[in-house]
Every structure is written in structure tokens, then in C-alpha cells.
């Protein structure tokens, strides 16, 4: 399967532990998103990297939420002293820079439950 | 920036029947439309796409065409079948050099035998 994955595909948790989720992207992408969807909504945009560089991270929800990419491969999203309102899926996606279509690849998401 | 509306359900439809889900955009030029489709359990699958206005995306019997006079992608497929029951998604780029995309709310359908 070359899709985007994503581990683990569900996590539950109490108040105030942290958490960590991963994807890995399309082999090829070098753009890697991350997306919060909760109930009902669309997916909301959180932080994007280009290759291992984080290029745009002021959408992400508070300072405990952060996210890396350290050699332009797989990312990590971390959200620290969870809170119940932190409850909702996690998407990533990939794409490939060029083009213009701005086409994004989505993996099958982390739902996060916070207890 | 760019928001994006459509039409919010459920919508409940007999097998058969035609479907339309209408989307409208905000953004001036000329951005790329999608409409996402998400079954239960999984994440979002690209159904189909268009890159400039008169552009028709088509997949699986569902077509939109980018309309710039109207600033709309509205969704149309002739005869739904029961497999097609999930939430779509009309979806476009926004910020600042396009690369996050904005979500519409999603659409449930639901298509009954």
C-alpha cells in the first residue's frame, strides 16, 4: 500500500497525559499537512511542512500542540496535558509540490478520545 | 483567504434517484475545487477535482463544473446507489500561497433500497 498512514488509528486517553501520533506520506510528497476534524465539521487546518521544514504552524490550536518532521520523511503531532476538548480526528495528508492543482492525499486519521 | 459553503444535510435519497450538493466559494481568481468523499470509519478520498472555470471533474457518475460566474462547484450524480451513503466534502485552497485547504461542513447522504 503506498497511501498515507497513519499510527495509531485510535488512541484513548485521561485528562492531562500526553499523546503522540504519526504519519507517514506518500513516498515522493514533500509537503505533509495536518488536519483536526472534529464531529459534523470539516477537516481544520493545522500546521504544514515543506521537506523537514515547518512552514506554517500559527493555526495550531494552542502551544500544547506541536508537530514535527525531522528528516522530510514521517511527521509526529504531539499534544501535550490533554484536555477533553482534544477529543476528534487527526487527518494528515501529502503532496507533491509541483503542479497546480494543490491536490492533497489524505491518510484514514488518529481518532483521539479523551477521557 | 477563501471560505467555502455547501449545502448541509442529511439527505436522505431512494436508490436511483439524482443528487445534487451545492458548494459556492469566495476567493477571487481562479482556485482549484475539489469534492472529498469520506465513508464511515475511514479518512478523506479525493473524488474528483477542477483546475480552472469550465473545467468538469468527473469519477464513479459523479460530476461538478467550475463555475466562475456563480463561484460554485455544485455536485451531481444521475443515479445514486446505496454504496454512494457517505458525507462529501467540497473543498478549495486558502492562505497564503495556497496550500492549506478549506473545508465545507460536509454533506451526509444517506441512499435507502
Known amino acids: 500500500d503506498t497511501g498515507v498512514s497513519q499510527d495509531p488509528r485510535h488512541k484513548i486517553t485521561k485528562r492531562g497525559q500526553n499523546v503522540t501520533f504519526r504519519c507517514d506520506p506518500i513516498?515522493?510528497?514533500?509537503?505533509l499537512y495536518w488536519y483536526r476534524q472534529t464531529l459534523g465539521q470539516g477537516p481544520e487546518f493545522l500546521t504544514y511542512?515543506?521537506?523537514?521544514?515547518?512552514?506554517?504552524k500559527s493555526r495550531l490550536l494552542s502551544d500544547r500542540f506541536s508537530a514535527e518532521r525531522p528528516k522530510g520523511s514521517f511527521s509526529t503531532l504531539e499534544i501535550q496535558r490533554t484536555e477533553q476538548g482534544d477529543s476528534a480526528m487527526y487527518l494528515c495528508?501529502?503532496?507533491?509540490?509541483?503542479?497546480?492543482?494543490?491536490?492533497?492525499?489524505f491518510g484514514p486519521g488518529t481518532r483521539l478520545t479523551v477521557l | 483567504g477563501n471560505s467555502v459553503t455547501q449545502m448541509e444535510g442529511p439527505v436522505t435519497l431512494s436508490e436511483e434517484a439524482f443528487l445534487t450538493i451545492n458548494c459556492t466559494y469566495t476567493?477571487?481568481?481562479?482556485?482549484?475545487l475539489f469534492w472529498y468523499v469520506q465513508y464511515p470509519g475511514e479518512g478523506l478520498q479525493l473524488l474528483l477535482k477542477?483546475?480552472?472555470?469550465?473545467d468538469k471533474g468527473s469519477n464513479k457518475g459523479f460530476e461538478a463544473t467550475y463555475r466562475k460566474e456563480t463561484t460554485s462547484f455544485h455536485l451531481e450524480k444521475g443515479s445514486v446507489q446505496v454504496s454512494d451513503s457517505a458525507v462529501y466534502f467540497c473543498a478549495s485552497p486558502s492562505g497564503a500561497g495556497s496550500y492549506q485547504l478549506t473545508f465545507g461542513k460536509g454533506t451526509k447522504l444517506s441512499v435507502i433500497p
Open positions: 495528508a501529502s503532496s507533491f509540490q509541483s503542479g497546480s492543482s494543490h491536490e492533497q492525499f
Open positions: 511542512f515543506q521537506n523537514e521544514a515547518q512552514l506554517e
Open positions: 513516498s515522493e510528497h514533500n509537503r
Open positions: 477542477a483546475t480552472k472555470a469550465d
Open positions: 476567493a477571487t481568481g481562479y482556485p482549484s
